[in-house]
């Protein structure tokens, strides 16, 4: 469904993502993971058009994506969130839902309906009348999900949909991504939370320093000597293991 080849793009002097590849099959739940300021973010923001890679190819359900627009490629079925989430602040959740589903409609009526749809899908079906401004962090998190749901993807990217959730929190949110599996839809995901990623993702990728280190099942990564290092620094494989 997705195929990442090569893809490199630097800030200045520095190579933020150096020859990255990465494939996602349709039906997946695919991690992706890796230090802090691995290149993580600046990968995904490649692939959903955000940024054009300096190389490399980026291609979606057999078809060049490549440095295409944010919109062109989400209104082709693959849309990202964002690890920081910015609701309309003054209208309610389902306007801001809708604001999703207007990428293929234009049919007011039609959008709240989806809104609604979506919102029953990520758990906030009570909270549609609520004002953006007035959801908890959870409820943020859970409105990126559904704003971008309702644009229609069959590839979702999702940035640290975990971050700043209390652990009831994230599991009840991990529930929602298997839902969201569960209705068809493909999700790649860049996690920090390892055991949402562990019990989530059939298939992990590892970047370090821009470069993808290693791919297999969680299990395989955790046991990765290369993994162990970059996280924890060099030598640390061996005195774990010692
Ligand atoms: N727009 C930008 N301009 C300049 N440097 C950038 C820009 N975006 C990211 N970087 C740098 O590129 C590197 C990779 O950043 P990125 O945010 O992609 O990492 P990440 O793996 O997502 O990190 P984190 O887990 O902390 O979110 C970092 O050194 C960061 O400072």
């Known amino acids: 469904m997705l195929e990442v080849r090569e893809v490199s793009k630097s800030f200045g002097g520095l190579k933020a993502v150096d020859r990255a590849s990465l494939d996602v099959a349709c039906g997946e739940i695919v991690g992706l993971i890796g230090p802090n300021g691995a290149g993580k973010t600046t990968l ?3 692939i959903a058009g955000f940024h054009r890679p300096d190389a490399g190819t980026v291609s979606f359900e057999g078809k ?5 627009a944010p919109h062109r490629i989400c209104a082709a079925g693959m849309v990202r969130t964002f690890q920081i989430t910015q609701p309309f ?10 604001v999703g589903a207007y990428l293929h409609t234009a049919d007011r009526r039609l959008a709240a309906r989806e809104a609604e749809a979506v919102a029953a899908l990520v758990g906030m079906k009570d909270q549609l009348d609520q004002r953006g401004a007035d959801l908890t962090v959870a409820g943020r998190k859970r409105l990126e999900l559904a704003r971008a749901l309702a644009t229609g993807p069959r590839l979702l990217l999702l940035d640290e949909v975990m971050a700043g959730l209390n652990p009831t929190e994230i599991v009840e949110i ?6 969201i599996r569960e209705a068809g839809v493909t999700i790649l995901l860049i996690e920090h939370v390892m055991q949402a990623v562990t019990s989530l993702a059939e298939r992990v990728y590892v970047l370090n320093q821009g470069r993808m280190i290693a791919e297999g099942t969680p299990a395989s990564i955790a046991d990765d000597e290369q993994v162990i290092e970059a ?7 061996k005195v774990l293991r010692a």
């Open 44 to 46: 995904f923001a490649t």
């Open 64 to 68: 060049p994506v490549t440095g295409l």
């Open 89 to 98: 602040a003054g209208i309610s959740v389902r306007e801001n839902i809708m």
């Open 174 to 179: 991990v529930g929602v991504i298997r839902n």
């Open 231 to 237: 996280y924890l620094g060099h030598g640390a494989a």
